[in-house]
T-cell receptor
Framework: ETGVTQTPRHLVMGMTNKKSLKCEQHLGHNAMYWYKQSAKKPLELMFVYSLEERVENNSVPSRFSPECPNSSHLFLHLHTLQPEDSALYLCASSQDGASGRVYNEQFFGPGTRLTVL | GQNIDQPTEMTATEGAIVQINCTYQTSGFNGLFWYQQHAGEAPTFLSYNVLDGLEEKGRFSSFLSRSKGYSYLLLKELQMKDSASYLC??????????WGAGTKLIIKP
């Protein structure tokens, strides 16, 4: 595997389900990100892990819970989602010089297309 | 608040030149990125500007004016494969990327 991979690519879930999205980067980067992409809207940054320090966006509902067990893996745990959470969820990684600082380009995974029924 | 503005959609002809503009208002500035995103695919990096002026990379060039809060992406010799969305993003004072909604570029033969 090369670059940034995400699984699953597509996910359909009910509002009462619990599921997890997985991201893995094979680039040796030290920062990883979760974004939400809805049609015709800007990318919304959800969570950042940089140098193993989590930077959280306070506007993200608690039904989204990130986990970063090491610098190569990132998870997004989902529970009791709403239909408006249906979107493309993108994971990205970059090589940063210090905690939370964006010095270089971000490399994106192909995304998980999530549909909440 | 922080804001990135770009046109929603543009149409151009194969072989022509197109300029996609981006204006921004952010708390601080730590560089401006352009990304390309084909439908159903991940965004991919095109360019990064942190100083004023023009950066050229093959058929693509990116310009920045920090005093005007303005950038453009110039695409020359357009090809059908250039049909995609082009995303402008600015690094703010917290080194977080603020993204525009993207410009969908349609190339016609």
């Amino acid at each position: 595997e090369t670059g940034v991979t995400q699984t699953p690519r597509h996910l359909v879930m009910g509002m009462t389900n619990k599921k997890s999205l997985k991201c893995e980067q094979h680039l040796g980067h030290n920062a990883m990100y979760w974004y939400k992409q809805s049609a015709k809207k800007p990318l919304e940054l959800m969570f950042v892990y940089s140098l193993e320090e989590r930077v959280e966006n306070n506007s993200v509902p608690s039904r989204f819970s990130p986990e970063c067990p090491n610098s190569s893996h990132l998870f997004l745990h989902l529970h009791t989602l709403q239909p408006e959470d249906s979107a493309l969820y993108l994971c990205a990684s970059s090589q940063d010089g210090a905690s939370g600082r964006v010095y270089n380009e971000q490399f994106f995974g192909p995304g998980t297309r999530l549909t909440v029924l | 608040g922080q804001n990135i503005d770009q046109p929603t959609e543009m149409t151009a002809t194969e072989g022509a030149i197109v300029q996609i503009n981006c204006t921004y208002q952010t708390s601080g500035f730590n560089g401006l990125f352009w990304y390309q995103q084909h439908a159903g695919e991940a965004p991919t990096f095109l360019s990064y500007n942190v100083l004023d002026g023009l950066e050229e990379k093959g058929r693509f060039s990116s310009f920045l004016s920090r005093s005007k809060g303005y950038s453009y992406l110039l695409l020359k010799e357009l090809q059908m494969k250039d049909s995609a969305s082009y995303l402008c993003a600015v690094g703010d004072s917290n080194y977080q990327l603020i993204w525009g909604a993207g410009t969908k570029l349609i190339i016609k033969p």
